[in-house]
């Protein structure tokens, strides 16, 4: 059905009159009145009575004025709803991250995103980078904040911020009242690890930090989340060496602890799907870029 003549009947059920309905549609009267009985006829039921003194609606065009009106307001609202999600105004978006980029960055964007375009739903996914990697080739999400990166079709990535590696101590700890430390003052001291199996490039960066000083940790417990990891140091288990963001993480019983040696740079990256055509994606990677962009200029 031309949705045409459901404009041209709402016209005349609205006026019960065919001249002003004409004139409020910008057309003659004629093709007007050709239009609703090519309508009567498609549907096989008489809408209007009319006669040279008076139109008025049959009680079956009353119930189809109502449908009529509401099947133009849904198609109006579809219409919308599909340009707002071409626009990237609405839409839903699955977003990996460490925990350790929970703070910092990450919340600036998001913050900055929602504030932009708070009609899109944005799902949060706590992982680790090891997993937003296998995500993202499953497609799974559509964007993680990982430590590495990695070859993948389809796949595209930008650096964000670069960190520095800091030591996390028991607050009681003897060399917790040192503004900073040397790598090499916790050569004897348990450590807490973040496991090789599930990021071996973040892994093999600390490891390599401290073989270049000649100190080889002495891991004796493993920990996937670096908040838990703070919390086994707040527990007297051992010390660690971890990103400078997990600083964030501040709570009773520990204590963050620059190193006196230079430490090498730990990336955070944005990586993600280039084959979706989310527009919501698209917004969000430029704010990504206007972020990343500030805290260059800011170093």
Known sequence: MDIKKLQYFIAVAEELHFNRAAEKLNMTQPPLSQQIQALENEIGVKLLERNKRQVRLTPAGAVFLEEAK????????????TQLVDQ?????LNIGFI??????????????????????QLTLHEMTSAQQWQALHEGTIHIGFVR?????????HRPLVNESLIAVLPEHHHLANLPALSIRSLALEPFIS????LGAPFHDLIMSFCAQHDMYPNVVQEAI???????LVA?????????????????????FRSFKESTPSIPLYAAWRTDSDRA??????????????EVINRE
């Open 70 to 81: 509401s099947i133009l307001s849904q198609l109006e609202r579809s219409i919308k709803t």
């Open 280 to 293: 919501s994606l698209s917004a969000l990677l430029e704010i990504i870029g206007q972020i990343s962009s």
């Open 88 to 92: 990237g105004i609405i839409g839903h």
């Open 235 to 255: 527990a007297n288990l051992g010390v660690a060496i971890v990103p400078s963001s997990v600083a964030i993480f501040q709570r009773e019983g520990v204590v």
């Open 225 to 231: 989340q670096m908040y838990t990891i703070v919390n």
């Open 148 to 156: 590495y990166t990695e070859p993948g079709k389809h796949i595209d």
């Open 194 to 197: 973040f496991p090789r199996h």
């Open 99 to 120: 925990d350790s980029a929970a703070g910092g960055v990450l919340v600036d964007m998001l913050k900055k995103f929602r504030e932009r375009y708070p009609q899109v």
